[in-house]
């Protein structure tokens, strides 16, 4: 998980100012850990990309927006449109088959009992977790290498939403009318979720990077980040608290 040669000391600097609050600067001696793998890296950008064109184009699909002049035939705007989406489809799901599969074969960090808040302590931290982000005695946020508990249910569930999204999508690209119950029962509240989740996700990984130091964002780019020696990781392995 650690790589000494790449442990470092860093030097006392002046800390910087982010949404009207002090930044504690980055003091003390930190150490690299790896923590997401290529598959899980790259599928995470695959699927924020294939979200946001299903998204688009989804939109324009149920509502055009805009139209061009002239006959349909001339152009084929809307189903040009639609494959594009079917193909985001296709993607996203293939995303989720590479994302089952690393759910046995990742490391502790990536594996099906990282993306459930199992153990008692779980619960009482996501209580904690949920009054960081509320600002409610943010200084007792527990600390986890990988996914806090809150995080951890939030991801299931989004999974989840996307397995029904692409079984009622899949279900209605055979159907000749569009408007029916399983798109009313199924697509629309779903994609409703997705809306508020992605604004969601942005928000509070660029509010941990920024306040917090806990590079989130550059983690699943890279697969690590730097986490101080002195810190308490809850999912982290018996020897590493030492």
């Known amino acids: 998980m650690s790589n000494p040669a790449a442990d470092k000391k860093l030097p006392a600097a002046a800390g910087g100012v982010?949404?009207?609050h002090r930044v504690p600067p980055p003091t003390g001696s930190y150490r690299w850990v790896y923590l997401?793998?290529?598959?899980?890296?790259t599928m995470h950008w695959v699927a924020a990309i294939c979200i946001v064109t299903l998204a688009v184009t989804g939109l324009y699909i149920g509502k055009p927006y805009f139209l061009t002049g002239g006959e349909a035939s001339s152009h084929f705007?809307?189903?040009?449109?639609?494959?594009?989406?079917?193909?985001?489809a296709?993607?996203?799901?293939?995303?989720?088959?590479?994302?089952?599969?690393?759910?046995?074969?990742?490391?502790?960090?990536?594996?099906?009992?990282?993306?459930?808040?199992?153990?008692?302590?779980?619960?009482?931290?996501?209580?904690?977790?949920?009054?960081?982000?509320?600002?409610?005695?943010?200084?007792?946020?527990?600390?986890?290498?990988?996914?806090?508990?809150?995080?951890?249910?939030?991801?299931?569930?989004?999974?989840?939403l996307a397995l029904f999204m692409a079984l009622s999508g899949f279900a209605l690209y055979g159907e000749s009318a569009a408007g029916g119950f399983f798109q009313?029962?199924?697509?629309?509240?779903?994609?409703?979720?997705?809306?508020?989740?992605?604004?969601?996700?942005?928000?509070?990984?660029?509010?941990?990077d920024l306040l917090e130091r806990t590079g989130t964002i550059s983690s699943i780019?890279?697969?690590?980040?730097?986490?101080?020696?002195?810190?308490?990781?809850?999912?982290?392995?018996?020897?590493?608290?030492?």
Not at 125 to 149: R, S, T
Not at 186 to 208: D, E, G, K, N
């Open 221 to 242: 780019i890279s697969g690590g980040r730097w986490v101080p020696r002195d810190q308490h990781f809850h999912d982290a392995p018996e020897d590493f608290n030492a």
């Open 90 to 160: 296709g993607l996203l799901v293939a995303t989720g088959v590479v994302r089952i599969y690393w759910l046995f074969a990742g490391n502790q960090f990536e594996r099906l009992t990282a993306l459930f808040p199992v153990r008692g302590r779980d619960w009482k931290n996501m209580w904690l977790q949920v009054k960081h982000y509320l600002m409610i005695e943010p200084e007792k946020a527990p600390h986890y290498l990988g996914h806090n508990p809150l995080q951890q249910l939030s991801y299931t569930a989004i999974y989840l």
């Open 18 to 20: 982010h949404l009207a």
């Open 36 to 41: 997401w793998e290529v598959p899980v890296r």
């Open 184 to 208: 009313t029962l199924f697509t629309r509240p779903m994609r409703s979720l997705f809306a508020i989740f992605v604004p969601m996700h942005i928000y509070l990984a660029l509010r941990s």
């Open 77 to 88: 705007l809307m189903g040009n449109v639609r494959l594009v989406h079917f193909i985001a």
